[in-house]
């Protein structure tokens, strides 16, 4: 045991191979291995008379996929969701990150903290079907369902993830310039554009990107108050099920993964990640 221990004090590789070694391969495994098989499955079809999986490669499935007008469709509006949920979210929170981070007293701005992370607390289906009563014909609003009410429901379930990165950057933003800036004579609106949103944008980046892709590929939302509107999320979900064609599955889950690659590509440059 002592040699053991020695020879390890010797080698700092080993010793930082050993310990990442468990959490290296949970992410190779079950991370980066079931997204391994989601791709290789996409290209598998399945025997429209016994129901099997072929697995002989094939394009079929994103073939039909892009010229399908109906799956066009449904990934435009999945977007669109997603980028309203993202713009509502940015709105009503960078005001209330700013009142936290900037107005709120040290005891205040920790109360504030607890008082955005408690809906995180409560179960997510608790906080969909809240929404769906308040929806209803007879509830709160008398909305009813459809996009509308899966936008505003989402937008309610990532509000969070919103406030607590655009927080995070309003912290690190010096007083003593808002201050400097007040001094020279600047307004409000000119100290918000050229010195608060430039030094926040990439944790308002970060904010979408939480906001965004969980947007993107949520489907129980649109099940509990999206009426018959159809997302990315449910066409996943009923291939899977009540149609058993899991490649088509596989293949219209890779639209959020490429969707997410190309928008963290377009960010990366921003500093948006260093904020996440």
Do not use: C
């Not at 079929?60 to 109906?70: H, P, S, W």
């Not at 993830?161 to 800036?181: D, K, Q, T």
């Amino acid at each position: 045991m002592t040699r053991v221990a020695a020879f390890l004090h010797r080698r700092a590789g080993v010793r930082l191979s050993l310990l990442l070694s468990a959490p290296l391969a949970w992410l190779g495994l079950a991370y980066l291995g079931a997204l391994a098989a989601l791709f290789v499955t996409a290209f598998y079809s399945v025997d429209t008379f016994t129901g099997e999986l072929v697995r002989t490669f094939t394009w079929a499935n994103f073939r039909d996929l892009v010229t399908g007008e109906v799956y066009r469709t449904i990934v435009l509006r999945s977007v669109g969701v997603a980028l309203a949920v993202t713009v509502i979210d940015l709105v009503v929170a960078f005001p209330m990150a700013f009142a936290m981070a900037k107005l709120a007293s040290p005891r205040a701005r920790r109360w504030l903290v607890i008082a955005v992370l408690t809906p995180l607390w409560a179960s997510y289906l608790v906080k969909a079907y809240a929404w769906r009563v308040m929806l209803s014909s007879g509830g709160l609003l008398g909305w009813g369902f459809g996009l509308t009410a899966t936008v505003l429901t989402l937008a309610y379930l990532w509000l969070p993830y919103m406030i607590l990165p655009i927080y995070a950057g309003l912290e690190r933003l010096p007083n003593s310039m808002l201050e400097a800036a007040g001094d020279l004579g600047a307004r409000a609106w000119r100290v918000f554009r050229t010195i608060v949103w430039p030094l926040t944008f990439p944790a308002v980046i970060a904010g979408s990107i939480f906001t965004f892709s969980l947007s993107l590929g949520d489907y129980i939302a649109v099940k509990i108050v999206g009426g018959r509107g159809q997302l990315i999320g449910n066409v996943v979900y009923d291939n899977i099920g009540a149609a058993n064609n899991l490649p088509f599955a596989a293949a219209v889950a890779t639209v959020p993964v490429v969707v997410m690659l190309g928008y963290l590509a377009a960010v990366r440059r921003t500093g948006a990640l260093e904020n996440l």
